[in-house]
């Protein structure tokens, strides 16, 4: 089992970016496909970004197409979720994900990390 651990949030103004990164500890990082989800006050949590094993398939919310990228690097244990253009709505809980195998499956996640805080100010 991999475990998953996050960082960078922060506060930041509309308009603004932040980096989140993600690093992982326990099985082969590579095994896993990985992915982002966030969770607004009072709301579900949903789904942001996510990428396959090797990096070479991503795929992304509606919301967020654009705005932000996901990315990945091997041989750090890392993946990583660049946020540009920020806004209000973007303010959550967010959190990292990994789903065992190559390819991303939103019904099959096997971790997750302990969440951390973005808040975006207009």
């Known amino acids: 089992q991999v475990q998953l651990v996050e960082s960078g949030g922060g506060l930041v103004q509309a308009g603004g970016s932040l980096r989140l990164s993600c690093a992982a500890s326990?099985?082969?990082?590579?095994?896993?496909?990985m992915g982002w989800f966030r969770q607004a006050p009072g709301k579900e949590r949903d789904f942001v970004a996510a990428?396959?094993?090797?990096?070479?398939?991503?795929n992304y919310a509606d919301s967020v197409k654009g705005r932000f990228t996901i990315s990945r690097d091997n041989a750090k244990n890392t993946v990583a979720l660049q946020m540009n253009s920020l806004k209000p709505e973007d303010t959550g809980v967010y959190y990292c994900?990994?789903?065992?195998?190559?390819?991303?499956?939103?019904?099959?996640?096997?971790?997750w990390g302990q969440g951390t805080q973005v808040t975006v100010s207009s």
């Open positions: 994900a990994a789903t065992y195998g190559q390819y991303w499956r939103s019904w099959s996640i096997n971790a």
């Open positions: 326990g099985r082969s990082f590579s095994n896993y496909a």
């Open positions: 990428l396959s094993w090797n990096g070479g398939s991503t």
